[in-house]
């Protein structure tokens, strides 16, 4: 009997819940990676797909807004400021990268998900918050975070 054919794997079935779009295209790519054997790489599947760009960008400043809203005091919701305001006007507002690493995973992946949407130049980032550019300017006035002085150029 060792030429026996092995009995096919029995079905399975999987119920997932995601929260939006974005989710559920990445999940689908994850599966068809799974499925398939073969590596994709995120990137460029982002590249690719400008919807998802801007849904991922979307689910990002609101994870942003979020954040600043429940600890408008922290050291992390004045990092969040500073990089809005890095985005709104960067020569006012610079922003250093490496403040990326002081913030929590999931608010630095926000922060790369909106930058990654913010450059393809669709749209300025205070027409995209809750509150538009008052917002922005209110934060930035409650964190201390003043524009850049000429002379510091």
Same mark, same amino acid.
């Given at each position: 009997?060792? !030429?026996?054919?092995?009995?096919?794997?029995?079905?399975?079935?999987?119920?997932?819940?995601?929260? !939006?779009?974005?989710?559920?295209?990445?999940?689908?790519?994850?599966?068809?990676?799974? $499925?398939?054997?073969?590596?994709?790489?995120? $990137? *460029?599947?982002?590249?690719?797909? *400008?919807?998802?760009?801007?849904?991922?960008?979307?689910?990002?400043?609101?994870?942003?807004?979020?954040?600043?809203?429940? =600890?408008?005091?922290?050291?992390?919701?004045?990092?969040?400021?500073?990089?809005?305001?890095?985005?709104? =006007?960067?020569?006012?507002?610079?922003?250093?990268?490496?403040?990326?690493?002081?913030?929590? $995973?999931?608010?630095? !992946?926000?922060?790369?998900?909106?930058? !990654?949407?913010?450059?393809?130049?669709?749209? *300025?980032?205070?027409?995209?918050?809750?509150?538009?550019?008052?917002?922005?300017?209110?934060?930035?006035?409650?964190?201390?975070?003043?524009?850049?002085?000429?002379?510091?150029?």
């Amino acid at each position: 009997m060792p !030429n026996q054919i092995p009995p096919e794997p029995r079905p399975l079935s999987v119920t997932m819940t995601v929260r !939006n779009q974005a989710q559920a295209r990445e999940l689908d790519m994850a599966w068809r990676e799974i $499925t398939s054997g073969q590596k994709l790489v995120r $990137t *460029e599947a982002l590249g690719h797909d *400008e919807q998802e760009i801007m849904d991922r960008a979307q689910e990002a400043l609101r994870t942003i807004e979020t954040a600043i809203g429940r =600890n408008p005091t922290s050291g992390q919701a004045r990092r969040l400021v500073r990089f809005l305001a890095g985005l709104y =006007n960067g020569q006012d507002y610079p922003f250093d990268l490496t403040d990326l690493r002081a913030l929590d $995973t999931q608010l630095a !992946n926000a922060c790369l998900d909106y930058l !990654n949407y913010d450059r393809l130049g669709r749209r *300025e980032v205070h027409h995209h918050l809750k509150g538009g550019e008052d917002q922005l300017h209110q934060w930035r006035y409650d964190c201390g975070i003043e524009p850049r002085l000429d002379s510091e150029r």
